[in-house]
T-cell receptor, first 116, second 115 residues
Framework: GAVVSQHPSRVICKSGTSVKIECRSL??????MFWYRQFPKKSLMLMAT?????????EQGVEKDKFLINHASLTLSTLTVTSAHPEDSSFYIC????????????FGPGTRLTVT | AQSVSQHNHHVILSEAASLELGCNYS??????LFWYVQYPGQHLQLLLK??????LVKGIKGFEAEFIKSKFSFNLRKPSVQWSDTAEYFC?????????????FGQGTELSVKP
């Protein structure tokens, strides 16, 4: 299957700082990337949908000014958590889809964010 | 509201037992249906998917699922589980006319298989 990477895999930051998470599609052009949040023992919650070259579409209840998403190229999307708070601590997962892969979503390994 | 419900939060089976994980959905329109698996420490992987046609779909590793439209269900089955099937399983749906569109996930079912 296709490969999607995330960096970093784990990050610890102090409250009030910002942290950037990268999602890369390594072997296909991803016209659409999705960002999910996964709580312990909970499902994946879609945060936003990002189409290359356009603004992300955020799900209801997700603060777009807090979770900045950029999808500047067909292989890279970034999620920046601004002014992080302890309640932002979570597991963030991206997925990528594109025509070359039949629009199936391929998931990254996730990033564990801990805000102290 | 769009939602996916998985009835079992944690299932414990012995090797060679049969498996059935329930999934029901609520969606205002026709859907595509998916089952994903997340092995410990690994990323989500697609087990199988239903877009149209034969409602009984076969996936990887001996898994299959049946779409029953009248029951809004898409249960996952495997006749004989192995220890290596220990993982978290997620059912998901998206809109039929948007195969690459956003997925709505169920809560997940943790499967533990005893050797």
């Amino acid at each position: 299957g296709a490969v999607v990477s995330q960096h970093p895999s784990r990050v610890i930051c102090k409250s009030g700082t910002s942290v950037k998470i990268e999602c890369r599609s390594l072997d296909f052009q991803a016209t659409t990337m999705f960002w999910y949040r996964q709580f312990p023992k909970k499902s994946l919650m879609l945060m936003a949908t990002s189409n290359e070259g356009s603004k992300a579409t955020y799900e209801q209840g997700v603060e777009k000014d807090k979770f900045l998403i950029n999808h500047a190229s067909l292989t890279l999307s970034t999620l920046t958590v601004t002014s992080a708070h302890p309640e932002d601590s979570s597991f963030y997962i991206c997925s990528a889809s594109g025509r070359a892969r039949g629009y199936e979503q391929y998931f990254g390994p996730g990033t564990r964010l801990t805000v102290t | 509201a769009q939602s996916v419900s998985q009835h079992n939060h944690h299932v414990i089976l012995s090797e060679a037992a049969s498996l059935e994980l329930g999934c029901n959905y609520s969606y205002g329109g026709t859907v595509n249906l998916f089952w994903y698996v997340q092995y410990p420490g690994q990323h989500l992987q697609l087990l199988l998917k239903y877009f149209s046609g034969d409602p009984l779909v076969k996936g990887i590793k001996g898994f299959e699922a049946e779409f029953i439209k009248s029951k809004f269900s898409f249960n996952l089955r495997k006749p004989s589980v192995q220890w290596s099937d220990t993982a978290e399983y997620f059912c998901a749906v998206n809109a039929r006319d948007n195969q690459g569109g956003k997925l709505i996930f169920g809560q997940g079912t943790e499967l533990s298989v005893k050797p």
